[in-house]
């Protein structure tokens, strides 16, 4: 037996843990209906603690499978609707396990997983309406291609000098509506811009007011600030709203503005029926592009893409090799262009094939499918919402996200707590997982439909479910 190393010790004691393991993952997704999200019991966390000694594969395998494979996160589960939480595919399973095997280091470099990348990529510009001239690069979210995007954006405006000199002071200001997502503001404050510098722009159920954006565009450049960025919403993270990118695509192009679109989710509208379809027209006429493959395309975990317009400006922004990443002409250093140079990593895994096995197998009729069924399901929701007493929809349902309050009639204060209340006891129950947000001062519960496994009938449970829990905690008087 071959100690040396960190190879199995048995391949076929391996090999059978292996598809015992294999089989009980099949079982979970199958399964899917039967495992909501369950609280994992406090007494196991301290279990977890690595002590540092090697117990061997086959008894870490089955450690897993009894201590950490029941606690997900719930959002394999067809009444998962909490965030914007991806349910994932069970066709991952196949790329996850090559992927493992090949362990390939996508930085660069002339083997499959560069030219799997390069195929994702070529898919989703061509879905977006990007023009070939693109580049793009797969991250783990669309935070982080955010990043990506507006230091594109940063360098065009400062040019290719910033990088070392830093951005001086240099006073760049950006644009986005009120319900812009956290994430642009934590890239420009990582960009060194600070936060303040994104100006929030009134919104209406159709996105940012016009109006308001060109007014503060005037009035920043007569006050000697440099406008150089607006960035344009395609599915907010709490109302599901979209901006509408053709006009901001004018008015970017009028005032000399990089027009970013942050589609973490709804960029992929592209592929439903209409009217849905249309809430992201205009779409192909943005600079950059930052969306998740993870979300509404059920990717697993992690996978975003920051695409680019022009492929010279992600390049201006982050190609740096020093010579022992030098390309070569022949061997394994070739085939350029290198994935890290259109990103912060240089290390990076091969996220690209799940994306490709997932469009690959179920093509973009069936993802187009689940998505145009989602927003159905958002709309069914809210007319479910209007039609039982106490309840109210809190926003008109744009897309896939309903937002309402389980007792119209009760204070914004025990709204509230009633509302948070609910979430809580449907979570624990496992009957539901809505997450909260605030409208108009109150926190309301909200569902986020990116579920491929939700089929009608868990609508009309889960607000039933509701029901049930509000007159329970009415009657227990807990308000
Ligand atoms: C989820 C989300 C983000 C952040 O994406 P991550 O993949 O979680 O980094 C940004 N914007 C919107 C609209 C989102 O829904």
């Known amino acids: 037996m071959d100690r040396d190393g960190l190879d199995p010790e048995d391949w076929e004691a391996f090999r059978a843990e292996a598809h015992g393991l294999l089989d009980l993952c099949i079982d979970r997704l199958r399964d899917a209906r039967d495992y909501p999200w369950q609280l994992m019991s406090r007494e196991a966390i301290p279990h977890l603690a690595l002590s540092g000694e090697g117990h061997g594969e086959i008894a870490a395998s089955r450690r897993i499978?009894?201590?950490?494979?029941?606690?997900?996160?719930?959002?394999?589960?067809?009444?998962?609707?909490?965030?914007?939480?991806?349910?994932?595919?069970?066709?991952?399973?196949?790329?996850?396990?090559?992927?493992?095997?090949?362990?390939?280091?996508?930085?660069?470099?002339?083997?499959?997983?560069?030219?799997?990348?390069?195929?994702?990529?070529?898919?989703?510009?061509?879905?977006?309406?990007?023009?070939?001239?693109?580049?793009?690069?797969?991250?783990?979210?669309?935070?982080?291609?955010?990043?990506?995007?507006?230091?594109?954006?940063?360098?065009?405006?400062?040019?290719?000098?910033?990088?070392?000199?830093?951005?001086?002071?240099?006073?760049?200001?950006?644009?986005?509506?009120?319900?812009?997502?956290?994430?642009?503001?934590?890239?420009?404050?990582?960009?060194?811009?600070?936060?303040?510098?994104?100006?929030?722009?009134?919104?209406?159920?159709?996105?940012?007011?016009?109006?308001?954006?060109?007014?503060?565009?005037?009035?920043?450049?007569?006050?000697?600030?440099?406008?150089?960025?607006?960035?344009?919403?395609?599915?907010?993270?709490?109302?599901g709203r979209f901006d509408d990118l053709e006009t901001l695509a004018q008015i970017a192009q009028a005032e000399g503005l990089w027009f970013h679109v942050d589609g973490a989710f709804g960029a992929w509208t592209r592929l439903a029926d209409a009217p849905w379809r249309h809430l992201s027209d205009g779409i192909e006429r943005a600079d950059s592009l930052a969306c998740d493959f993870h979300k509404w395309l059920s990717v697993p975990y992690d996978c975003g893409l920051a695409l680019i317009r022009e492929e010279v400006d992600q390049r201006a922004a982050f190609a740096a090799r020093p010579a022992y990443l030098e390309g070569q002409s022949a061997g394994l250093a070739g085939a350029e262009p290198w994935f890290c140079d259109y990103g912060v990593d240089l290390s990076r895994g091969n996220r690209a094939l799940k994306v490709w096995m997932a469009v690959e197998s179920l093509g973009e009729v069936r993802l187009g499918a689940a998505i145009t069924m989602n927003c159905r399901q958002a709309a069914r929701m809210g007319a479910l919402i209007e039609d039982t007493p106490g309840l109210c929809l809190m926003a008109a349902v744009v897309s896939n996200i309903c937002v309402f309050t389980a007792a119209e009639s009760l204070s914004p204060?025990?709204?509230?707590?009633?509302?948070?209340?609910?979430?809580?006891?449907?979570?624990?129950?496992?009957?539901?997982?809505?997450?909260?947000?605030?409208?108009?001062?109150?926190?309301?519960?909200?569902?986020?439909?990116?579920?491929?496994?939700?089929?009608?009938?868990?609508?009309?449970?889960?607000?039933?479910?509701?029901?049930?829990?509000?007159?329970?905690?009415?009657?227990?008087?807990?308000?």
Request: aromatic residues 4%; charged residues 20%.
């Open 65 to 239: 499978a009894r201590e950490i494979l029941p606690y997900h996160t719930g959002n394999t589960h067809p009444r998962f609707w909490g965030w914007v939480h991806g349910t994932g595919l069970a066709q991952g399973l196949l790329s996850e396990i090559v992927a493992t095997t090949m362990n390939s280091n996508a930085g660069g470099r002339d083997h499959a997983a560069t030219y799997v990348e390069r195929a994702v990529i070529d898919w989703a510009r061509r879905v977006i309406g990007f023009p070939d001239t693109a580049s793009g690069v797969l991250v783990t979210g669309t935070s982080q291609a955010t990043v990506v995007a507006l230091m594109s954006a940063r360098t065009r405006a400062l040019g290719a000098s910033s990088r070392a000199e830093g951005v001086q002071g240099a006073p760049l200001v950006a644009y986005a509506g009120a319900g812009v997502h956290s994430s642009s503001a934590k890239a420009m404050e990582l960009l060194g811009l600070g936060s303040r510098a994104l100006r929030r722009i009134p919104e209406s159920d159709t996105g940012m007011d016009m109006n308001v954006l060109r007014a503060a565009i005037a009035r920043d450049k007569a006050e000697s600030l440099r406008p150089f960025a607006v960035i344009g919403t395609a599915g907010s993270v709490d109302m």
């Open 413 to 479: 204060e025990e709204q509230s707590a009633l509302n948070t209340r609910i979430s809580h006891e449907l979570q624990l129950s496992g009957k539901a997982v809505f997450s909260t947000t605030k409208v108009k001062g109150i926190t309301c519960l909200r569902a986020a439909f990116v579920n491929h496994r939700t089929r009608d009938h868990d609508l009309t449970e889960a607000l039933k479910a509701v029901v049930e829990a509000r007159d329970a905690l009415k009657l227990s008087g807990v308000l």
